[in-house]
């Protein structure tokens, strides 16, 4: 599994976007990255996934650099709901689209 | 409403005691899945099925066990032969398990299991 790395916390402040760094430089050329986040106590929410192109939605944007070793999820106007754990992964094409969750980054989002 | 349902929201149980916790979903998914989560942790993979009538094993599965007799429904068993039972569990339900790019998982509320 290609394994990925995200800062255990970061804040920001409302109304500001908020970037989100992930690293995952052992990821194969077919294996997607996908955005989760988990607001406390809820399940995790899908936010937005990409392969090679940046892709935006109404939640946030993805930028993926140009060799895949790393991405950056954008909150573009933070709210104090977007609060959460947010979870950077690489998707295994075997096993049954498993989901393989490391620590995430805890996003504070300050009024 | 479409959506994944779980219940209890909070479970209580004596240790030794063996526990079913339920997954529904009406949102016609093939493939369903139950996660563990310890606190300040991510989540790790118990179980999933891709199918009905089929199931196989992910992560952590020793002391778990699960069905699918149903589309909608895949129910975990925690047995007492998990050590550490108490935490909170996940279940996600997606459309598939091929590649394709369209199969990002929704999850249910999640149950919390304490173990006394």
């Known amino acids: 599994d290609a394994k990925t790395t995200q800062p255990p916390s970061m804040d920001c402040a409302e109304g500001r976007a908020a970037n989100l760094p992930c690293n995952h430089s052992?990821?194969?050329?077919?294996?997607?990255v996908y955005w989760y986040r988990q607001i406390h106590s809820q399940g995790p929410q899908y936010i937005i996934h990409?392969?090679?192109n940046n892709e935006t939605n109404e939640m946030a944007s993805l930028i993926i650099t140009e060799d895949r070793k790393s991405s950056t999820l954008i909150l573009p106007h933070a709210t104090l709901r977007d609060t959460a754990v947010y979870y950077c992964i690489v998707r295994v094409e075997a096993a049954g689209n498993k989901l393989t969750f490391g620590g995430g980054t805890r996003v504070l989002v300050k009024p | 409403d479409g959506g994944i349902t779980q219940s209890p929201k909070y479970l209580f149980r004596k240790e030794g005691q063996n526990v079913t916790l339920s997954c529904e979903q009406n949102l016609n998914h093939d493939a369903m899945y139950w996660y563990r989560q310890d606190p300040g942790q991510g989540l790790r993979l118990i179980y999933y099925s891709q199918i009905v009538n089929d199931f196989q094993k992910g992560d952590i599965a020793e002391g778990y066990s699960v069905s699918r007799e149903k589309k909608e429904s895949f129910p975990l068993t925690v047995t007492s032969a998990q050590k550490n039972p108490t935490a909170f569990y996940l279940c996600?339900?997606?459309?598939?398990?091929?590649?394709?790019?369209?199969?990002?998982?929704?999850f249910g509320p999640g149950t919390r299991l304490t173990v006394l």
């Open positions: 990409g392969l090679k």
């Open positions: 052992t990821i194969s050329g077919n294996e997607y």
């Open positions: 996600a339900s997606s459309v598939g398990t091929s590649g394709s790019s369209y199969n990002e998982q929704f």
